[in-house]
């Protein structure tokens, strides 16, 4: 001891903080089981930091991709006049769809039309919203038409029936199907009111049953071809809504000034009569503010979350140190009193706790992305436990929610344990240095 | 062949009313003599039941996005029963609206299929003209809902009339929030109808010109609808003959028949 001393007080500067790293490494084995309790509560808290973030991202995943790959796009464009009071004549003409997908590389683009509709059976009537959708387009943007319960995603015109009228096909939506008692095969009848004043009515056969995609789609959606949808609405001046998947999500917010340049061009080359407004180039966020007002919640209850587990755990790390200076205040005074500098004694027992931290830390981090890993490829299901189509806010959950682990997540959970833990340190080490040599020995 | 006696064109409710009430007014009551509201209202009623029409007529719809017009054919029994068939232009040949109390069914030819229309849509455009299903039905309905009286009666712009308003009663579930009709008193023939919502504001009106000479009474046989927002949108209905106690009975508003008429 005397000649650590020694080398402590004689020695160069990064001589004795690598003695005191040493020392302190030495001391936590002095009583090897409380320390791997603390390591392990610690480490233990870590894991909890790391799972609980790898499973939120895992969700906020899942729900962009809900967003973006089953409805929206990332970017969608509309008219004003659309966007406003949903008018139905507010359309953008083909020649912007064949701009777009000859000038801006990247991109794949669905046009797509609505229209209020009454649907009916021989039984019953429900209010439907039609989404009339390209076939060969859409799936190229969302995988709307492979989001399937029963039946086979086909459009267009169906084999006439046994009394000789036409038929279209259509898909239907989950709760509408249940509602309505339909299912593939099931006709429906179609009447709404068409673009020319005239009523659009048709006869359509249910070619396929959707899985849920959004509440307000299940309940009342329909999707047919836009073929369909200009036989029915006599409505061919262009499409209401053009979704665009981006080949790369980091790309989005360039594409969507990209788009907007493109779309003010193409306006000034040719005006659009003034009631339907400009078009408006939206990405998904501005699209869905509930879901990305969700996202940066989730990141705030992390940060929250982790700083509770990881305070907790440092409370024992805090215990621990306390006692163990406690044990050895004779010894410190000792080495006070033979000539070591407090500050010195501060260091060791920073560095003890340094230590311990790190230990924990390194074990954690290891451990939670073992733990998360595993989460990643199996998921946790819980189709037992929620009712199908369960959503928040709007937002429909997969019944198999899977963590995904994000280097960075396991990094910063590290750090702020290696933070906190240092904090909690400083209690221990202050009074460390507060000893008074005199009292002690005496 | 018939008697000639009343005018009840069924199809749309302002019309009916306008026609009903001149109907009523023209009936027994001399046209000068004072007017008594409680006369008025049970004339309308009493004239009305049983009675029957036949009409063709065309309706002109202009809106910002499109222009149409139409040719039909309507007949109708009491308030309570019509039926009307498009007869042109060729695509919509033979779609037929049937009303019988306060249910409405359309005939579909293209599909074959008759289809009622659910209360949900009764505030949906009528052949996309600016009435609503509503208006077809809730005519029926207009005496029982509404409190009438006359609230003017001299010369107004140079010509005598009558001003006839209409308030809802407390409980009724109805549309407007007050109508105000203005009768010409020599023929008794209403010449406009103001319609106004809850909150008194003008919503629509409804001028009725081109009087014609049916057995006794002058009947309007143009009619134009405004809509007070868009003033440049319009329902034009313009009668081309009509004919009062044609033999009717309840089976021929049937749905058998609703098929069987295009």
Same mark, same amino acid.
């Given at each position: ?72 796009? /990332?970017? @969608?464009? /509309?008219? @004003? ?11 953008? %003409? ?13 991109? /794949? ?37 492979? /989001? ?44 709404? @009111? ?63 000034? @990209? ?24 990405? #998904?966020?501005?699209?869905? %503010? ?139 080490? #202050? ?12 | ?51 029957? *029409? ?14 149409? *017009? ?5 007949? &109708? ?41 659910? =209360?949900?849509?009764?505030?949906? =455009?009528?052949?996309? =003209? ?37 308030? +809802? ?10 109508? $105000? ?8 023939? +209403? ?28 009947? +309007? ?12 949108? &319009?329902? $034009? ?8 106690? $044609? ?16």
């Amino acid at each position: 001891m005397s000649k650590a001393l020694e080398a402590i007080t004689a020695g160069s500067a990064p001589g004795r903080i690598t003695l005191l790293l040493y020392i302190g490494w030495r001391n936590i084995w002095r009583n090897p089981v409380r320390s791997l309790l603390t390591i392990s509560a610690l480490a233990g808290g870590l894991v909890m930091v790391i799972l609980y973030a790898a499973l939120l991202e895992g969700m906020n995943r899942q729900m962009v991709r809900h967003a973006t790959e089953l409805g929206s796009g /990332h970017i @969608q464009i /509309h008219r @004003q006049g659309y966007i406003d009071d949903q008018d139905l004549y507010a359309t953008l %003409p083909w020649r912007y769809l064949r701009r777009i997908e000859s000038e801006v590389s990247g991109v /794949h683009v669905a046009p797509r039309l609505y229209a209020a509709a009454l649907a009916s059976t021989r039984e019953a009537s429900y209010g439907v919203l039609i989404r009339a959708i390209d076939p060969q387009r859409e799936p190229l943007v969302t995988t709307m038409l492979r /989001h399937i319960r029963s039946g086979t995603p086909e459009l267009g015109m169906a084999a006439p029936g046994s009394d000789g009228l036409p038929r279209e096909r259509v898909i239907v939506g989950a709760q509408l199907a249940r509602n309505m008692g339909i299912a593939p095969g099931s006709e429906l009848i179609v009447v709404t @009111q068409a673009a020319d004043g005239s009523i659009g009515n048709a006869l359509y056969r249910v070619s396929a049953v959707l899985k849920p995609l959004e509440p307000g789609f299940d309940r009342m959606g329909v999707l047919i071809s836009i073929d369909s949808y200009q036989r029915l609405m006599a409505l061919e001046s262009g499409f209401q809504e053009l979704a665009v998947k981006v080949n790369d999500p980091s790309r989005v917010d360039l594409l969507r000034q @990209q788009l907007s340049a493109l779309c003010d061009r193409v306006l000034d080359e040719m005006p659009l009569e003034q009631d339907g407004g400009r078009p408006v180039v939206r990405t #998904w966020r501005e699209l869905n %503010p509930s879901v990305s007002d969700l996202l940066e919640l989730s990141g705030t209850f992390l940060l929250i979350v982790g700083a509770i587990v990881v305070g907790l755990a440092s409370l024992g790390m805090l215990n621990t140190m306390l006692m163990a200076v406690h044990e050895r205040t004779h010894e410190f005074g000792i080495l006070l009193s033979i000539g070591m500098k407090p500050r010195w004694l501060l260091l060791m027992v920073f560095f003890e706790s340094l230590l311990l931290a790190l230990v924990a830390a390194l074990s954690g981090s290891l451990l939670g992305s073992l733990a998360a890993g595993y989460f990643e490829r199996h998921g946790i299901d819980f189709s037992r436990t929620l009712p199908e189509g369960y959503d928040w806010a709007g937002i429909v959950f997969e019944p198999v929610i899977s963590a995904t682990l994000r280097p960075m997540d396991v990094l910063y959970a590290s750090l702020l344990m290696v933070a906190v833990t240092l904090l909690a340190a400083l209690i221990p080490s #202050w009074r460390a240095v507060r000893l008074k040599p005199a009292e002690i020995m005496r | 062949m018939d008697e000639r006696n009343g005018l009840h064109h069924p199809v749309i409710k302002p019309c009916l009313r306008a026609l009903m009430l001149l109907a009523a007014c023209l009936a027994p009551v001399t046209p000068l003599q004072a007017m008594d509201v409680a006369t008025l209202i049970r004339h309308i009623d009493r004239l009305w039941r049983g009675e029957t *029409s036949h009409a063709r007529m065309s309706m002109t719809v202009k809106t910002r996005h499109y222009e149409r *017009s139409m040719t039909m054919e309507a007949w &109708s029994m009491g308030k309570a029963y019509s039926l009307v068939v498009i007869r042109e232009p060729i695509k919509e040949r033979g779609v037929a609206t049937l009303k019988v109390e306060a249910n409405i069914w359309n005939y579909l030819p293209k599909i074959n299929r008759v289809v009622r229309v659910p =209360s949900s849509m009764m505030s949906g =455009s009528w052949m996309g =003209s600016h009435f609503t299903n509503d208006d077809l039905v809730r005519e029926s309905t207009f005496e029982d809902d509404y409190d009438s009286s006359i609230t003017y009666e001299g010369v107004r712009d140079g010509r005598r009339i009558y001003e006839l308003t209409a308030l +809802p009663k407390p409980d009724a579930a109805v549309v407007w929030g007050k109508v $105000v009709m203005l009768i010409e008193q020599e023929t008794l023939a +209403p010449f406009r109808a103001r319609y106004y919502d809850e909150e008194g504001r003008l919503v629509r009106t409804i001028d009725f010109d081109r009087q014609q000479r049916v057995g006794e009474r002058m009947v +309007p046989m143009r009619m134009t609808l405004q809509p007070e927002e868009k003033p440049d949108e &319009s329902t $034009v209905i313009l009668y081309q003959e009509i004919a009062f106690g $044609v033999p009717l009975d309840k089976g021929f508003f049937s749905l058998q028949n609703l098929k069987a008429r295009r």
